[in-house]
């Protein structure tokens, strides 16, 4: 059995649509960013810093949205290039760079939509958080101008590990300065695969708005 501990359009999205995409039945335990759940012992039983994705596989429970990436791909032998292939490196640094980008993406989720009252927010930080993510998309565009998947071999499971930030990125960023990545994004989210795992985990939530501007100080 393999279970995988999930809030609707967060980072766990990676992971289920990676599940998906392997052909991996899994049980769904769903869980909120605001209702304190996260913060319990029983989940950080699972994940010890209280974040998702958690999964339960193979008689152990394993966090960090990376590293569950990097395991299936290994335990199943597919979706991304093997320690030692040419690709490999390449591989490794894309599931890092999503990362980076997604922490971005968080700072400016929780200053945009999570602090209350606004003047908790930093302005100056959201408008530098924006210049960073304006860099991170420029790599990407740059790079997904050539090729229509992050791996030149085609679509991999670094891929999944963009699963979280195509959804998030345009509510930051005008998509019109982004083409290539605004068609990878569409590329990507109309997969059988990823359209079967937003339908089984739901969408995200969080946004009230389809674009955040940064406000003026
Ligand atoms: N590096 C971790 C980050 C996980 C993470 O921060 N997840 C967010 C949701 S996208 C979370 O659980 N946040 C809960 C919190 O910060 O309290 C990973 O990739 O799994």
């Known amino acids: 059995m393999i279970r995988l501990h ?11 649509w990676l599940l998906e995409e ?7 335990r769903v869980w909120s960013l605001t209702d304190g759940g996260l913060r319990s012992a029983e989940f950080r039983a699972l994940s010890p810093a209280g974040r998702v994705p958690a999964l339960e596989i193979d008689g152990r429970a394993i966090f960090e949205s990376g590293a569950i990436v990097q395991y299936l791909t290994e ?16 591989f490794l640094e894309w599931v890092g760079f999503a990362e980076t980008q997604a922490n971005i993406l968080q700072s400016l989720n929780i200053h945009h939509i999570f602090l209350r009252p606004d003047s908790a927010r ?10 960073r993510l304006a860099v991170t998309a420029q ?11 992050l791996l030149d071999g085609g679509f991999s499971a670094a891929d999944c590990m963009m699963g979280f930030n195509i959804e998030a990125l345009f509510r930051f960023l005008p998509a019109a300065e982004y083409p290539a990545l605004s068609a ?8 059988p695969a990823y359209r079967r795992a937003v339908a089984r ?9 389809d674009f955040y501007e940064v406000p003026d100080a």
């Open 201 to 209: 985990g739901g969408a995200d939530s969080i946004y009230a708005r």
């Open 122 to 131: 930093s302005v100056p930080l959201m408008r530098l958080d924006t210049r």
């Open 184 to 191: 990878y994004r569409d590329a990507m989210t109309a997969r």
């Open 75 to 90: 335990r199943e032998g597919r979706l991304a290039p093997r320690p030692g292939e040419a690709g490999r490196p390449d």
């Open 22 to 28: 392997l052909g991996l039945p899994c049980e769904l």
């Open 139 to 149: 790599v990407l565009q740059a790079h997904l101008a050539g090729q229509p998947t």
């Open 6 to 16: 999930h809030v609707p359009g967060s980072r766990s999205m990676r992971v289920l």
